[in-house]
């Protein structure tokens, strides 16, 4: 049997034997199933920030779209008006 991965805050290994799918001891169950609940948190926060970053972007982007389309587009419009 493997020894249980979980290090303490002591720098020291668990000394335990680890339970076969986990490579962790029964101790030390509970804090993989905590971990994993916190790294599906972290992932649904990062895709969240990345929802908010893509919508800034947007805003920043859609009024630079206009900006240019304006510049490059406009003056030749403008020009039809004038005759
Ligand atoms: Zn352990």
Redesign the pocket.
Known sequence: MPR?L?TFDSGFQ?I?EAVEPTD??E??QKVVAFESERLLDSIWRKAFFRLVALLLLLMFLIPLFYTLRDLYLGPPVKAQEDW
């Open positions: 249980c979980h668990c335990s962790l001891c101790a030390h």
